[in-house]
């Protein structure tokens, strides 16, 4: 029994005898093959909404669950900085340097290439400083 591929579609696999594979036969005979439905990306069970991506029941709990450290006469503005609770964008400039600098504290000076021949080297002076330091 060989296996070819279907002449409609090129994608399935029909054997010799078949002239069409079963999907092509079925989108022939005008059956549709229903569509696939998106689940949910908060509770993988029920269908999304057209147009979002969570379930009806997962919206509902999103707009009915009051968020942490909001009051309940609360009603945000609309405004982004109000919704996010963080300043305005412009002060980004400020706080860039400010990661830079506890990057740099942190990790050194990473920014310097190193090729794996002296990384390997580096590797090996250390293990013999440590083998050094348990031998005393």
Do not use: W
């Not at 005008?30 to 069970?45: A, S, W």
């Amino acid at each position: 029994m060989k296996l070819v591929l279907c002449p409609r579609c090129e994608l399935n696999y029909i054997t010799g005898a078949e002239e069409y594979c079963k999907v092509c036969m079925q989108e022939m005979r005008g059956v549709l093959r229903p569509e696939e439905q998106e689940l949910c990306t908060v509770c993988n069970e029920n269908p999304v909404i057209p147009g979002r991506d969570v379930c009806a029941a997962c919206l509902r709990e999103m707009e009915v669950a009051p968020t942490p450290g909001d009051s309940q006469d609360h009603e945000p503005s609309g405004e982004a900085d109000e919704i996010v609770g963080m300043d305005s964008v412009a002060q980004m400039d400020e706080i860039l340097p400010e990661i830079k600098d506890d990057m740099d504290a942190e990790f050194g000076n990473v920014s310097r290439a190193m090729s794996l021949e002296a990384a390997r080297e580096d590797e090996e002076r250390e293990q013999e400083e440590a083998e050094a330091e348990e031998e005393n």
